[in-house]
Protein backbone atom coordinates (compact mmCIF):
# COMPACT_ATOMS: atom_id res chain seq x y z
CA UNK A 1 0.00 0.00 0.00
CA UNK A 2 2.93 2.52 0.72
CA UNK A 3 3.97 2.21 -2.79
CA UNK A 4 0.49 1.81 -4.85
CA UNK A 5 -1.49 3.89 -6.83
CA UNK A 6 -4.47 3.88 -4.29
CA UNK A 7 -5.97 2.78 -1.04
CA UNK A 8 -9.51 2.03 0.57
CA UNK A 9 -10.22 4.43 3.64
CA UNK A 10 -10.13 3.36 6.91
CA UNK A 11 -13.17 2.29 9.04
CA UNK A 12 -13.28 5.53 10.90
CA UNK A 13 -12.59 7.59 7.52
CA UNK A 14 -15.68 6.88 5.22
CA UNK A 15 -17.81 8.68 7.35
CA UNK A 16 -16.60 12.36 6.56
CA UNK A 17 -16.94 11.85 2.93
CA UNK A 18 -20.47 10.89 3.30
CA UNK A 19 -21.56 13.47 6.15
CA UNK A 20 -19.93 16.48 4.11
CA UNK A 21 -21.85 18.82 2.20
CA UNK A 22 -21.24 22.65 0.81
CA UNK A 23 -21.25 24.21 3.75
CA UNK A 24 -19.13 21.63 5.86
CA UNK A 25 -16.71 19.33 5.74
CA UNK A 26 -14.46 17.49 8.86
CA UNK A 27 -11.34 19.88 9.33
CA UNK A 28 -9.15 19.76 12.73
CA UNK A 29 -6.08 22.34 13.29
CA UNK A 30 -2.92 21.13 15.20
CA UNK A 31 -0.42 24.28 15.73
CA UNK A 32 3.09 24.82 16.94
CA UNK A 33 3.61 28.72 18.24
CA UNK A 34 7.06 29.43 17.77
CA UNK A 35 9.44 31.86 19.85
CA UNK A 36 10.51 33.72 16.38
CA UNK A 37 8.70 35.01 13.50
CA UNK A 38 8.15 31.78 10.93
CA UNK A 39 10.15 32.36 7.81
CA UNK A 40 7.91 30.65 4.95
CA UNK A 41 10.91 30.11 3.03
CA UNK A 42 12.66 27.44 5.50
CA UNK A 43 9.09 26.05 6.34
CA UNK A 44 8.39 25.31 2.64
CA UNK A 45 11.56 23.24 2.41
CA UNK A 46 10.67 21.85 5.39
CA UNK A 47 7.23 20.83 3.98
CA UNK A 48 9.33 19.12 0.62
CA UNK A 49 11.71 17.35 3.00
CA UNK A 50 9.40 15.47 5.27
CA UNK A 51 6.29 14.89 2.58
CA UNK A 52 7.62 11.76 1.63
CA UNK A 53 8.06 10.41 4.94
CA UNK A 54 4.25 10.47 5.32
CA UNK A 55 2.59 8.01 2.33
CA UNK A 56 -0.89 8.72 3.89
CA UNK A 57 -1.05 12.20 3.88
CA UNK A 58 0.19 12.50 0.27
CA UNK A 59 -3.12 11.61 -1.13
CA UNK A 60 -6.34 12.61 -2.60
CA UNK A 61 -9.86 11.84 -2.18
CA UNK A 62 -11.46 10.12 -5.36
CA UNK A 63 -15.28 8.86 -5.64
CA UNK A 64 -15.51 4.95 -7.14
CA UNK A 65 -18.78 3.31 -7.17
CA UNK A 66 -19.23 1.54 -4.08
CA UNK A 67 -16.55 3.42 -1.61
CA UNK A 68 -14.90 6.81 -1.90
CA UNK A 69 -10.56 5.76 -2.40
CA UNK A 70 -7.94 7.48 -1.95
CA UNK A 71 -5.57 8.40 -4.93
CA UNK A 72 -1.80 8.87 -4.59
CA UNK A 73 -0.33 12.85 -5.63
CA UNK A 74 3.19 13.52 -6.68
CA UNK A 75 2.63 17.02 -7.26
CA UNK A 76 4.84 19.61 -4.50
CA UNK A 77 2.09 20.93 -1.66
CA UNK A 78 2.59 24.05 -0.96
CA UNK A 79 2.78 26.29 2.30
CA UNK A 80 0.35 29.04 2.58
CA UNK A 81 -0.06 32.35 4.80
CA UNK A 82 -3.19 32.24 6.74
CA UNK A 83 -6.05 34.37 5.24
CA UNK A 84 -9.33 32.59 6.46
CA UNK A 85 -11.03 31.55 9.38
CA UNK A 86 -9.23 28.58 11.64
CA UNK A 87 -10.53 25.25 10.24
CA UNK A 88 -11.85 26.67 6.87
CA UNK A 89 -13.59 24.31 4.12
CA UNK A 90 -10.91 22.16 3.27
CA UNK A 91 -11.33 21.70 -0.98
CA UNK A 92 -12.62 18.01 -2.13
CA UNK A 93 -11.83 18.17 -5.50
CA UNK A 94 -10.14 14.88 -6.58
CA UNK A 95 -7.23 16.76 -7.14
CA UNK A 96 -5.72 18.02 -4.69
CA UNK A 97 -3.91 17.55 -1.02
CA UNK A 98 -6.65 16.78 1.90
CA UNK A 99 -4.41 19.11 4.00
CA UNK A 100 -2.41 22.17 4.49
CA UNK A 101 0.36 23.56 5.97
CA UNK A 102 -0.33 27.84 7.30
CA UNK A 103 1.93 30.55 8.62
CA UNK A 104 1.42 33.39 10.27
CA UNK A 105 3.47 35.41 12.30
CA UNK A 106 5.00 32.93 14.71
CA UNK A 107 2.72 30.06 14.10
CA UNK A 108 2.65 26.71 12.18
CA UNK A 109 -0.42 25.12 11.57
CA UNK A 110 -1.56 21.98 10.13
CA UNK A 111 -5.21 21.31 8.81
CA UNK A 112 -6.61 18.24 7.45
CA UNK A 113 -9.63 16.52 6.83
CA UNK A 114 -10.20 14.05 9.23
CA UNK A 115 -10.48 11.24 6.56
CA UNK A 116 -6.65 10.85 6.15
CA UNK A 117 -5.99 10.77 10.27
CA UNK A 118 -6.83 11.39 13.32
CA UNK A 119 -5.15 13.96 16.10
CA UNK A 120 -2.55 11.30 16.70
CA UNK A 121 -1.52 11.38 13.23
CA UNK A 122 -1.79 14.93 12.60
CA UNK A 123 0.40 15.97 15.69
CA UNK A 124 3.01 13.05 14.23
CA UNK A 125 3.65 15.20 11.06
CA UNK A 126 3.56 18.59 12.78
CA UNK A 127 6.29 17.49 15.20
CA UNK A 128 8.00 16.33 12.24
CA UNK A 129 7.56 19.33 10.19
CA UNK A 130 8.46 21.16 12.87
CA UNK A 131 11.76 19.24 14.20
CA UNK A 132 13.12 19.69 10.17
CA UNK A 133 12.30 23.35 10.45
CA UNK A 134 14.15 24.06 13.30
CA UNK A 135 16.88 22.03 11.84
CA UNK A 136 16.74 24.50 8.85
CA UNK A 137 16.91 27.50 11.00
CA UNK A 138 20.20 25.69 12.88
CA UNK A 139 18.86 23.61 15.74
CA UNK A 140 21.22 21.38 16.01
CA UNK A 141 18.94 17.86 17.18
CA UNK A 142 21.38 14.51 18.26
CA UNK A 143 18.34 12.69 19.25
CA UNK A 144 15.16 13.01 18.17
CA UNK A 145 13.11 11.59 20.74
CA UNK A 146 10.01 9.96 19.61
CA UNK A 147 9.56 12.11 16.57
CA UNK A 148 9.43 10.41 13.20
CA UNK A 149 12.66 11.39 11.46
CA UNK A 150 12.28 12.52 8.01
CA UNK A 151 15.05 10.05 6.44
CA UNK A 152 13.27 7.16 8.24
CA UNK A 153 11.50 4.85 5.95
CA UNK A 154 7.81 4.30 6.25
CA UNK A 155 6.93 1.23 7.71
CA UNK A 156 3.47 -0.68 6.46
CA UNK A 157 1.83 -0.88 10.41
CA UNK A 158 2.58 3.07 9.75
CA UNK A 159 -0.53 3.40 6.90
CA UNK A 160 -2.62 0.55 7.89
CA UNK A 161 -6.66 0.46 8.53
CA UNK A 162 -6.18 -1.03 12.30
CA UNK A 163 -9.81 -1.12 12.38
CA UNK A 164 -9.37 -4.02 10.28
CA UNK A 165 -6.93 -5.91 11.70
CA UNK A 166 -7.89 -5.76 15.10
CA UNK A 167 -11.34 -6.92 14.55
CA UNK A 168 -12.79 -10.04 17.02
CA UNK A 169 -16.21 -10.91 16.40
CA UNK A 170 -16.71 -13.32 19.37
CA UNK A 171 -15.89 -9.79 21.67
CA UNK A 172 -19.69 -8.40 21.00
CA UNK A 173 -20.41 -4.68 20.06
CA UNK A 174 -21.88 -1.86 21.96
CA UNK A 175 -25.58 -0.65 21.88
CA UNK A 176 -26.17 2.00 19.25
CA UNK A 177 -29.04 3.77 20.86
CA UNK A 178 -28.57 6.82 23.24
CA UNK A 179 -30.99 9.72 23.84
CA UNK A 180 -30.36 13.52 22.72
CA UNK A 181 -28.39 16.07 24.82
CA UNK A 182 -28.47 18.58 25.98
CA UNK A 183 -26.61 21.38 23.81
CA UNK A 184 -25.92 25.43 23.85
CA UNK A 185 -27.00 26.26 20.10
CA UNK A 186 -26.98 30.23 20.52
CA UNK A 187 -27.11 32.71 17.68
CA UNK A 188 -25.66 31.13 14.83
CA UNK A 189 -22.53 33.24 12.85
CA UNK A 190 -21.96 33.23 9.33
CA UNK A 191 -20.94 30.73 7.36
CA UNK A 192 -17.47 30.18 7.44
CA UNK A 193 -16.72 32.00 10.76
CA UNK A 194 -15.36 29.78 13.42
CA UNK A 195 -14.99 31.88 16.94
CA UNK A 196 -11.69 30.54 18.76
CA UNK A 197 -11.22 31.15 21.97
CA UNK A 198 -7.53 30.04 23.75
CA UNK A 199 -7.19 29.94 27.67
CA UNK A 200 -3.22 29.69 28.43
CA UNK A 201 -2.43 28.36 32.32
CA UNK A 202 0.01 26.96 34.17
CA UNK A 203 0.12 22.98 34.14
CA UNK A 204 1.33 22.56 37.73
CA UNK A 205 -1.66 25.04 38.90
CA UNK A 206 -4.18 22.86 37.03
CA UNK A 207 -2.83 19.89 38.47
CA UNK A 208 -3.21 21.20 41.67
CA UNK A 209 -6.93 21.79 41.36
CA UNK A 210 -7.21 18.47 39.86
CA UNK A 211 -5.59 16.84 42.86
CA UNK A 212 -8.07 18.72 45.56
CA UNK A 213 -11.05 16.49 43.40
CA UNK A 214 -8.93 13.60 43.28
CA UNK A 215 -8.68 12.94 39.99
CA UNK A 216 -6.95 13.42 36.84
CA UNK A 217 -6.42 16.40 34.95
CA UNK A 218 -7.95 14.69 31.93
CA UNK A 219 -10.83 13.79 34.31
CA UNK A 220 -10.76 17.13 35.38
CA UNK A 221 -11.02 19.08 32.92
CA UNK A 222 -14.17 16.82 31.58
CA UNK A 223 -15.84 17.48 34.96
CA UNK A 224 -15.26 21.27 34.92
CA UNK A 225 -16.80 21.21 31.13
CA UNK A 226 -19.50 18.96 32.21
CA UNK A 227 -20.56 21.76 35.04
CA UNK A 228 -20.45 24.94 33.13
CA UNK A 229 -23.26 22.99 31.05
CA UNK A 230 -24.91 22.18 33.96
CA UNK A 231 -24.86 25.77 35.49
CA UNK A 232 -26.01 27.03 31.81
CA UNK A 233 -29.03 24.31 31.53
CA UNK A 234 -29.74 25.53 35.41
CA UNK A 235 -30.31 28.98 34.39
CA UNK A 236 -32.78 28.23 31.13
CA UNK A 237 -36.19 28.04 31.62
CA UNK A 238 -36.62 24.47 29.46
CA UNK A 239 -40.17 22.15 29.82
CA UNK A 240 -38.11 19.11 29.48
CA UNK A 241 -33.97 18.59 31.16
CA UNK A 242 -31.71 16.27 28.89
CA UNK A 243 -28.38 14.58 29.98
CA UNK A 244 -25.47 16.37 29.33
CA UNK A 245 -22.73 13.69 27.51
CA UNK A 246 -19.49 14.71 26.99
CA UNK A 247 -17.89 12.87 23.99
CA UNK A 248 -14.49 11.70 25.32
CA UNK A 249 -11.82 10.24 22.52
CA UNK A 250 -10.01 7.38 22.81
CA UNK A 251 -6.72 6.38 21.26
CA UNK A 252 -7.25 2.86 20.11
CA UNK A 253 -3.23 2.44 19.68
CA UNK A 254 -2.63 2.00 23.07
CA UNK A 255 -4.41 -0.70 23.86
CA UNK A 256 -4.16 -2.35 20.15
CA UNK A 257 -0.62 -2.40 20.05
CA UNK A 258 -0.87 -0.05 17.12
CA UNK A 259 1.60 2.37 15.20
CA UNK A 260 -0.49 3.02 12.28
CA UNK A 261 -0.78 6.89 11.10
CA UNK A 262 -4.22 6.80 9.87
CA UNK A 263 -7.33 6.98 11.92
CA UNK A 264 -7.31 4.81 15.23
CA UNK A 265 -9.28 6.69 17.81
CA UNK A 266 -12.71 5.50 19.37
CA UNK A 267 -15.05 7.30 21.97
CA UNK A 268 -16.82 6.77 25.36
CA UNK A 269 -19.84 9.64 25.96
CA UNK A 270 -19.67 10.74 29.93
CA UNK A 271 -22.92 10.73 30.71
CA UNK A 272 -24.01 13.43 33.89
CA UNK A 273 -27.66 12.48 35.19
CA UNK A 274 -30.85 14.59 35.53
CA UNK A 275 -30.38 16.34 38.50
CA UNK A 276 -29.17 19.72 40.62
CA UNK A 277 -25.03 18.55 41.37
CA UNK A 278 -22.56 19.73 43.09
CA UNK A 279 -19.24 19.83 40.91
CA UNK A 280 -18.22 17.50 43.65
CA UNK A 281 -20.40 14.74 43.03
CA UNK A 282 -19.97 15.23 39.43
CA UNK A 283 -16.35 14.66 39.51
CA UNK A 284 -17.04 11.52 41.24
CA UNK A 285 -19.19 10.70 38.81
CA UNK A 286 -17.37 11.14 35.86
CA UNK A 287 -14.50 10.08 37.72
CA UNK A 288 -16.07 6.68 37.79
CA UNK A 289 -17.55 6.53 34.76
CA UNK A 290 -13.93 7.14 32.67
CA UNK A 291 -12.06 4.88 35.27
CA UNK A 292 -14.41 1.74 35.06
CA UNK A 293 -16.27 1.76 31.50
CA UNK A 294 -12.44 2.86 29.23
CA UNK A 295 -10.44 -0.45 29.11
CA UNK A 296 -9.46 -3.15 26.53
CA UNK A 297 -12.84 -4.83 26.38
CA UNK A 298 -15.11 -1.96 25.41
CA UNK A 299 -12.41 -0.84 22.76
CA UNK A 300 -13.31 -4.44 21.05
CA UNK A 301 -16.42 -4.03 21.57
CA UNK A 302 -16.38 -0.23 19.94
CA UNK A 303 -13.76 -1.63 17.01
CA UNK A 304 -16.23 -4.04 16.42
CA UNK A 305 -19.39 -2.09 16.16
CA UNK A 306 -17.70 0.24 13.78
CA UNK A 307 -16.28 -2.70 11.51
CA UNK A 308 -19.78 -5.15 11.66
CA UNK A 309 -21.62 -2.12 9.87
CA UNK A 310 -18.97 -1.79 6.95
CA UNK A 311 -19.08 -5.62 6.95
CA UNK A 312 -22.25 -6.03 6.72
CA UNK A 313 -23.42 -7.64 2.98
CA UNK A 314 -26.26 -5.56 2.17
CA UNK A 315 -24.19 -2.19 2.84
CA UNK A 316 -21.15 -3.49 1.42
CA UNK A 317 -23.12 -4.14 -2.23
CA UNK A 318 -24.94 -0.59 -2.02
CA UNK A 319 -23.51 1.77 -4.38
CA UNK A 320 -21.72 4.36 -2.86
CA UNK A 321 -24.82 7.23 -3.24
CA UNK A 322 -27.20 5.03 -0.98
CA UNK A 323 -24.10 4.33 1.67
CA UNK A 324 -23.67 8.41 1.35
CA UNK A 325 -27.20 9.21 2.04
CA UNK A 326 -27.86 5.94 5.08
CA UNK A 327 -24.36 7.04 6.93
CA UNK A 328 -24.97 10.95 6.44
CA UNK A 329 -28.45 10.49 8.29
CA UNK A 330 -26.36 7.81 10.77
CA UNK A 331 -23.53 10.67 11.90
CA UNK A 332 -26.53 12.72 13.00
CA UNK A 333 -29.12 10.05 14.94
CA UNK A 334 -26.15 8.47 16.52
CA UNK A 335 -23.37 11.21 16.71
CA UNK A 336 -23.53 14.63 17.31
CA UNK A 337 -27.22 14.68 18.41
CA UNK A 338 -26.37 12.23 21.52
CA UNK A 339 -23.47 14.78 22.70
CA UNK A 340 -23.40 18.04 24.09
CA UNK A 341 -19.83 18.77 23.52
CA UNK A 342 -16.67 16.96 21.90
CA UNK A 343 -13.84 17.27 24.19
CA UNK A 344 -9.98 16.13 22.68
CA UNK A 345 -7.04 16.38 25.14
CA UNK A 346 -4.16 15.62 23.35
CA UNK A 347 -2.08 15.77 26.49
CA UNK A 348 1.91 16.15 27.11
CA UNK A 349 3.18 16.87 23.62
CA UNK A 350 6.94 15.72 23.63
CA UNK A 351 10.06 17.44 21.92
CA UNK A 352 13.38 17.41 22.31
CA UNK A 353 15.42 19.26 24.49
CA UNK A 354 16.69 21.89 22.17
CA UNK A 355 13.46 22.47 20.55
CA UNK A 356 11.96 24.06 23.97
CA UNK A 357 14.44 26.94 22.96
CA UNK A 358 12.22 27.46 19.45
CA UNK A 359 8.63 26.25 21.09
CA UNK A 360 6.80 29.16 22.73
CA UNK A 361 3.54 26.07 23.03
CA UNK A 362 1.27 23.48 20.66
CA UNK A 363 -2.47 24.07 19.92
CA UNK A 364 -5.27 22.12 18.76
CA UNK A 365 -8.26 23.35 17.48
CA UNK A 366 -11.43 21.48 16.45
CA UNK A 367 -13.11 23.08 13.19
CA UNK A 368 -16.78 23.67 12.85
CA UNK A 369 -19.03 20.92 13.99
CA UNK A 370 -22.08 19.91 11.50
CA UNK A 371 -24.73 20.16 14.08
CA UNK A 372 -23.10 21.30 17.50
CA UNK A 373 -22.11 24.80 18.33
CA UNK A 374 -19.61 23.78 20.19
CA UNK A 375 -15.90 22.40 21.02
CA UNK A 376 -13.37 22.32 23.18
CA UNK A 377 -9.33 20.91 23.10
CA UNK A 378 -6.47 20.85 25.14
CA UNK A 379 -2.79 20.60 24.79
CA UNK A 380 0.24 20.58 26.73
CA UNK A 381 3.75 21.44 26.46
CA UNK A 382 6.71 22.49 28.56
CA UNK A 383 4.90 23.22 31.85
CA UNK A 384 1.84 25.65 29.80
CA UNK A 385 -1.62 23.93 29.07
CA UNK A 386 -3.64 25.57 26.15
CA UNK A 387 -7.32 24.83 26.45
CA UNK A 388 -9.22 25.84 23.13
CA UNK A 389 -12.72 26.44 22.45
CA UNK A 390 -13.91 27.06 18.91
CA UNK A 391 -18.15 27.93 18.20
CA UNK A 392 -20.20 28.56 15.84
CA UNK A 393 -22.65 30.27 17.51
CA UNK A 394 -22.25 34.09 18.64
CA UNK A 395 -22.00 33.99 22.22
CA UNK A 396 -19.15 32.57 23.95
CA UNK A 397 -21.42 31.06 26.53
CA UNK A 398 -19.62 28.18 27.39
CA UNK A 399 -16.11 28.87 27.91
CA UNK A 400 -16.84 32.31 30.07
CA UNK A 401 -18.61 30.00 32.55
CA UNK A 402 -15.64 27.56 31.91
CA UNK A 403 -12.81 29.74 32.80
CA UNK A 404 -14.97 31.35 34.95
CA UNK A 405 -15.11 27.94 37.34
CA UNK A 406 -11.38 27.25 36.77
CA UNK A 407 -10.76 30.77 37.95
CA UNK A 408 -12.50 30.19 40.90
CA UNK A 409 -10.67 27.06 41.52
CA UNK A 410 -7.91 28.79 42.06
CA UNK A 411 -6.06 28.66 38.29
CA UNK A 412 -4.67 31.98 36.55
CA UNK A 413 -6.62 31.84 33.00
CA UNK A 414 -5.19 34.07 29.68
CA UNK A 415 -7.58 34.53 27.58
CA UNK A 416 -7.17 35.12 24.00
CA UNK A 417 -9.50 34.97 21.14
CA UNK A 418 -9.82 35.56 17.19
CA UNK A 419 -12.74 37.73 17.73
CA UNK A 420 -13.72 40.62 19.96
Not at 14 to 23: D, E, G, Q, V
Not at 83 to 94: K, Q, R, S, Y
Not at 177 to 186: D, V
Not at 307 to 318: D, F, G
Amino acid sequence: MINGEWFRLDNAAKIYPAARSAKWNAVFRMAAVMKDEVNPELLQQALEDVIDRFPSFKVTLKRGFFWYYFQKLTETPKVQEEAAFPCAMMPITGKDYLFRVLYHSHRIAVEVFHSITDGTGCLAFLKTLVLRYCELCGAQIDDVGDILHYEDIPVPEEVEDSFSRCIDKSKGTLPRSEPKAYQIKGQKEKRGILNVTHGSMEFEQLHAAAKKYGCTVNTYLVAVLTYAFHCHQQYERQSRRLPIRIQVPINLRKFMGSTTLRNFAGYFNTTLPLGDWSFEYIVSELDSQLKQCIDIDYCQKFINSNVSLEKNPIIRVAPRVLKTFFMDISFYMIGESVMSCAFSNIGNVTTPEVLKEYIDRFEFVLGAQKYMSNSMTCASYNGKTVVTFSRTSKDPILEREFFKILTEHGVDVTVSSNRR
